[in-house]
């Protein structure tokens, strides 16, 4: 299972860093993503990995101010956020890849992944 933990209260401005730990099966070969989701809101992409770090997107909301990373040898992906705002504020989740060694960052679908790990929350105060 994938387990995202790291979340918290944060104030505006400051930072996090999002783990996501895979148990019981390796992600290495996968790539990787990570969404959120807002009350009331649709989960949608934050950004994602390739299975060889090679390549990452992100969503614009959080471009230049999020960044993903992974450690396969942990089989760990991490989620570094910086310059939270409020509007980040949502459940975190990641997710890996239905296809195994795709070239590049797999895409904002949700359908493109096929293993989900449980949230982790974020909250930022303004």
């Known amino acids: 299972q994938l387990q995202a933990s790291g979340g918290g209260l944060v104030q505006a401005g400051g930072s996090l860093r999002l783990s996501c730990a895979a148990s019981g099966r390796t992600i290495s070969g996968y790539g990787m993503g990570w969404f959120r989701q807002a009350p009331g809101k649709e989960r949608e992409f934050v950004g994602g990995?390739?299975?060889?770090?090679?390549?990452?997107n992100y969503a614009d909301s959080v471009k230049g101010r999020f960044m993903i990373s992974r450690d396969n040898a942990k089989n760990t992906v991490y989620l570094q956020m910086s310059s939270l705002k409020s509007e980040d504020t949502a459940v975190y989740y990641c997710?890996?890849?239905?296809?195994?060694?795709?070239?590049?960052?797999?895409?904002?679908?949700?359908?493109?992944?096929?293993?989900w790990g449980q949230g982790t929350q974020v909250t930022v105060s303004s």
């Open positions: 990995i390739a299975w060889n770090s090679y390549n990452t």
């Open positions: 997710a890996a890849d239905r296809v195994r060694y795709r070239a590049v960052a797999p895409g904002t679908g949700l359908l493109t992944y096929d293993y």
